[in-house]
């Protein structure tokens, strides 16, 4: 499968760390595949984090994807880009970095994932699962039995949950239909234990 059990998600603001600094911490606990994930750095700052972090991952055979900016990972030759509801749309952005790039595209209902299905993606985000404090205008909660719903309607896509999954709920997560848990709290905080988090995590899904 192209995307993970887990995989993580960076965020500068939560971590008080540089996308390089939490990747680092994240390959070395056994991460595979990284999403870059900022919202308030200046393009040039973020660019040249990005490129630091892109380099760290490469070093230990991680990929790494870049939230929502296209420019960005097609600059840098990133592995791929993760696009939500008003990003460019994954036509564009397949046009634009090529057959090989992974992109993933983040939805909120079923009717969403349905029309999501059609496109030239290769991994469909769904939630929020659970409440989620990561994002400043968050989608309303879709539940596992949403989650349940869309993996009866999405049978090819690799299916990735994401909102509010800590190591208590990541297994009726997958038992949901889950094919992988994108993360963000449940790792990152406290961000002193990054690498424990990220390890009792995958421990977690293993056992589900």
Do not use: W
């Not at 991460?31 to 308030?40: D, G, M, P, V, Y």
């Not at 079923?110 to 409440?131: H, N, W």
């Not at 539940?143 to 509010?164: D, F, K, M, Q």
Request: cysteine-free; proline content about 5%.
């Amino acid at each position: 499968m192209i995307v993970p059990r887990i995989y993580p998600i960076t965020d500068r603001r939560i971590t008080g760390m540089t996308h390089t600094a939490q990747v680092e911490v994240l390959v070395l606990a056994g991460a595979t595949f990284i999403q870059l994930r900022e919202k308030h750095l200046a393009p040039r700052d973020f660019l040249e984090d990005a490129r630091s972090a892109l380099a760290v991952a490469r070093r230990y055979g991680a990929r790494v994807i870049i939230n929502d900016r296209v420019d960005v990972a097609a600059a840098l030759g990133a592995d791929g880009v993760h696009l939500g509801q008003d990003d460019l749309p994954p036509d564009a952005a397949r046009a634009i970095l090529g057959p090989a790039a992974i992109i993933g595209f983040s939805t909120h209902s079923t009717e969403q994932a349905k029309q999501a299905s059609q496109f030239p993606i290769d991994y469909l985000a769904f939630g929020p699962i659970f409440a989620t404090s990561t994002k400043e205008k968050a989608d309303d909660v879709v539940g596992t039995e949403g989650l349940a719903r869309v993996r009866a309607e999405i049978r090819e896509l690799p299916l990735v949950a994401i909102g509010g999954i800590t190591s208590s709920n990541a297994a009726a997560v997958i038992a949901a239909g889950a094919d992988s848990l994108a993360l963000i709290s449940a790792v990152l905080i406290p961000a002193s234990t990054i690498a424990q988090n990220f390890r009792l995590l995958a421990q977690s899904v293993q056992q589900s």
